[in-house]
């Protein structure tokens, strides 16, 4: 009796995992939504940091900005070459080495995308309220 129910049980289930429909197109799925763009600033100079050894933030909008595997158009304003020229933030020397603390010919590979420590900032409500002290606050600066 009891490997009868386990068989019924387990067919059942079976029916019930291939009458599962799955998102076959990645376009209409929750994750392909673009985020938002709600007012970002336009051009706030050096924004200082809130904590120790948070990387720099973006005081510029990054709308357009692309930074793929192929390209990384914060290069074209940051890199060695042109910071100087178009008076961008340089790219520190951090991010030319590998993590044996060689240099690297370009950017390191661990370093290329940008955006995944730099963020842009902007002017909206916090989804979740926090007490959060910046450390000047906290150091009374």
């Known amino acids: ?5 386990t068989l019924i049980l387990t067919a059942l289930a079976g029916v019930a995992v291939a009458n599962t429909q799955v998102a076959t197109d990645i376009n209409n ?4 939504v673009a985020p938002a763009f709600t007012n970002p600033y336009k051009d706030a100079g050096n924004i200082p940091i809130t904590f120790p050894h948070q990387p720099p933030l973006v005081p510029h909008s990054i709308r357009g900005l692309q930074v793929t595997k192929n390209t990384n158009q914060c290069l074209g304003c940051h890199s060695p070459e042109v910071a100087q020229t178009t008076g961008a933030t340089r790219i520190p020397e951090s991010h030319f080495m590998d993590r044996d603390g060689k240099r690297t010919e370009g ?3 661990r370093r290329y995308f940008c955006l ?3 963020v842009q900032q902007t002017d909206v409500n ?3 309220q926090n007490k ?5 606050q ?3 600066k």
């Open 1 to 5: 009796m009891r490997k009868i129910l």
């Open 29 to 32: 799925t929750a994750e392909s």
């Open 107 to 109: 950017a390191s590979p």
């Open 116 to 118: 995944q420590c730099h």
């Open 126 to 128: 916090p989804i979740i």
């Open 132 to 136: 959060f002290d910046t450390i000047r």
């Open 138 to 140: 906290t150091q009374g």
